[in-house]
C-alpha cells in the first residue's frame, strides 16, 4: 500500500538509504577513479552503437507491451503507446514514490479508454514477465557456452526446457487471453534482450576489451534480475553490487565488470530522459497537464 498524504515516506527512505549503502560498499571494493579514467578513454563510435542498440531495444520493448495489451483488448496506437512508454522510463528513472512509470501507463490508459485497471496492470505484469523469461533463456544458452563454471549442459538445457513449459503451461492455463498471441509478444522478449546484449557487447568494444565476452554477458542478465529490487534511479547501486560479486565469483576483471554497468546505465538514462518532452508537451498523451503524483496514487487506490 502507497503512502497516503501525511505519513512519512519510509519506502522513498529505505530507497535512498539502500542505494547509499551499495555505493558505499562499492567504494570499499574499486576504485571509482579507476573507472572514470577508463571510461573517459572508451570509444565514442563504439559508444554510441551501444547507445543505439539500447534505443532499438525500447522501442521494441515498447512493442512487446503493446501486444499484451491488445490481449485485453485494448487497441492503442504503436506511436501513442511508444510515448508513454517513454513517459514511464523518465519516471522510472526519476519517481522517488512508488508507483514508477507504470503507474502513470496504467493512469493514461484508463482515462482515455473504458477498461479496467486491473486489466491493464495484468498486461504490464506479463510483458515484464516475457521478459524475465527471455533473461532466462539466453542466461541459460550463456551457461553452455560457459564450461569454466562447471555445470553440465544437459542439466542447464533441461532446466531451461522445464522452465519453459512450466511458464507457458501456467500462462496457457490460467491467463489464456496473453497466450493467444505468445509467439509474437516472446519473440519480441527475446528481440528486447537482444539488442540489449548487442549493446553491451559494443561497450566491451569501446572499453578495447578483446576477450570473451559472455562471462560479462551472463552477470548484466543477472545483474538485471537484480535491479528489480526496489532503490532509486532505476536500479543505480544496486546492478553494479551484483557485478562486482558476480565478477569476483567467476575471476573477471572487476573494474571492467563495474565500468560497463556504469555506462549501460548512462545510456539507459539518456534514452529515459525523452521522457521529458512530454513533461512540456503534455498535449502529446492527450492531456493539458501530467498528473501529480498523488493524483495517480489515489487513482490507483481505488482500482483496489
Known sequence: MESKQGQFPWKTILKIIFTLAAFYWLSSKISFKEVFVAVKSSNLWFLFLALMCYAVSQVIASSRLNSFFKGIN??????????????????????PGGIGGDGYKIFFLKKRHPIKGRKIISAVFFDRLSGLWAIF??????????????????????????????????????FKKFSKNWLVTHSKAL???????????????????????????????????????????????????????????????????????????????????????????PQRLGTDKIPSIKQVENDLEKEN
Open 74 to 95: 485494448l487497441h492503442i496506437s504503436e506511436r501513442y503507446n511508444l510515448r508513454l512508454y517513454q513517459l514511464g522510463l523518465l519516471y522510472n528513472f526519476f519517481l
Open 191 to 281: 528481440f528486447v534482450q537482444g539488442f540489449q546484449i548487442l549493446s553491451v557487447i559494443c561497450i566491451l568494444f569501446a572499453l578495447h576489451f578483446d576477450g570473451k565476452f559472455s562471462p560479462y554477458l551472463l552477470i548484466f542478465l543477472v545483474s538485471s534480475v537484480a535491479a528489480i529490487i526496489p532503490s532509486i534511479g532505476g536500479g543505480i547501486g544496486v546492478r553494479e553490487l551484483v557485478v562486482l560479486f558476480s565478477a569476483q565469483y567467476i575471476q573477471l576483471d572487476e573494474k571492467l565488470a563495474v565500468s560497463v554497468s556504469l555506462i549501460f546505465y548512462l545510456l539507459s538514462l539518456l534514452v529515459a530522459s525523452s521522457g521529458l518532452y512530454y513533461l512540456f508537451r
Open 137 to 174: 533463456i539466453i542466461v541459460c544458452l550463456l551457461i553452455v557456452m560457459m564450461p569454466r563454471l562447471g555445470i553440465p549442459n544437459y542439466i542447464t538445457l533441461i532446466g531451461m526446457f522445464i522452465g519453459t513449459i512450466t511458464y507457458f503451461y501456467f500462462l496457457n492455463l490460467f
